[in-house]
Nanobody, 127 residues
Framework: QVQLAESGGGLVQTGGSLTLSCAIS?????????????VGWFRQAPGKEREGLSC????????YTVDSVKDRFTIFRDNAKNTVYLRMDSLKPEDTAMYYC???????????????WGQGTLVTVSS
């Protein structure tokens, strides 16, 4: 069974950096690629709707990052570790949220039966 597991969250001061990890288990990258079209990052702050941030295509490694964070957040992957990362720089208190990875891109929901989400990792940015 394919699973996604986030890690790397924590407490960081304003202006600091964090790199979140999304580890794919239960499948190699090629096996994951045959079933899912992307790995994406999302976040949800308390009392707010979930927000899509970035994704990387499994077919050609193209990436997409929303305008609001593209100058500060970078998505990349490590084939050998079967892991997708989200590097976050110049963090702000408003970046405080639970961060999730999923098998989809922002604005492109997965087809029925292909939904796959991790459990999330908490990022807290202190002012």
């Amino acid at each position: 069974q394919v699973q996604l597991a986030e890690s790397g969250g924590g407490l960081v001061q304003t202006g600091g950096s964090l790199t979140l990890s999304c580890a794919i288990s239960g499948a190699t990258w090629n096996e994951y690629f045959r079933r899912y079209y992307a790995v994406g990052w999302f976040r949800q702050a308390p009392g707010k709707e979930r927000e899509g941030l970035s994704c990387i295509s499994t077919s050609d490694d193209s990436t997409y990052t929303v305008d609001s964070v593209k100058d500060r957040f970078t998505i990349f992957r490590d084939n050998a570790k079967n892991t997708v990362y989200l590097r976050m720089d110049s963090l702000k208190p408003e970046d405080t949220a639970m961060y999730y990875c999923a098998a989809q891109c922002p604005g492109l929901p997965a087809a029925v039966g292909y939904e796959l989400w991790g459990q999330g990792t908490l990022v807290t940015v202190s002012s």
